[in-house]
């Protein structure tokens, strides 16, 4: 694991809740979510490679609302805009919001309509061609020979399953989206020693 790492979290309600990937979010000494300040991770859920994290202090805070249904598997292939934060080595030191055009092949795998660099974009919104919260995008190691089945490199963890992790954790997410998605977007920064 780098030293520093970025990703993208979602801020999901107004209390400062904020998820994540959990491999972003694992073994950091500090968090820091952009603009908001230091994070503390409060759960997570291995299963699925998430973190919830929370930072504190009265601000305006634009959370995402999870009610969107995620796309049905066995359906064709949705279209996706993955709304990311890349590393800022990958956009000389700007925080600027990314979108990567993506679709949904097999099961919950991702494919990218053209190969970009993607540090940073673990934790990215995957939004439909309306704006609506598909889900996140998940970013796995790559498993270079194996006869296991393995979770494909980059992944939607879909709205559904995030919103039943916020239930089982307690957190009363957004009902009604109060402005576009995008603005739910956050860098997140882990520091590990």
């Not at 694991?1 to 979290?9: F, I, L, M, Q």
């Not at 919001?97 to 970009?116: H, N, W, Y």
């Amino acid at each position: 694991a780098k030293s520093v790492e970025y990703g993208t979290g979602l801020v999901v309600s107004p209390q400062g809740h904020i998820v994540t990937s959990l491999r972003l979010a694992e073994g950091c000494q500090v968090i820091i979510a952009s603009g908001l300040g230091d994070a503390d991770r409060i759960a997570d859920d291995k299963d699925n490679g998430l973190a919830l994290l929370r930072v504190y202090g009265t601000r305006e805070l634009s959370p995402l609302s999870l009610t969107h249904e995620a796309a049905k598997s066995g359906a064709k292939p949705a279209e996706m805009t993955l709304v990311g934060i890349p590393d800022p080595k990958e956009q000389d030191g700007s925080r600027k919001l990314t979108e990567v055009k993506a679709r949904l092949a097999d099961g919950s795998a991702i494919e990218l309509r053209q190969p970009v660099p993607m540090a940073g974009f673990s934790g990215a919104a995957a939004l439909d061609a309306q704006g609506q919260f598909l889900g996140m995008m998940e970013m796995g190691n790559a498993v270079l020979a194996s006869v296991e089945a393995a979770a494909p490199p980059v992944r939607l963890v879909g709205a559904n399953t995030i919103a039943g992790f916020l239930d089982r954790h307690h957190v009363q997410a957004a009902q009604t989206q109060t402005a576009e998605a995008k603005a739910s977007v956050v860098q997140i920064i882990c520091v590990r020693k």
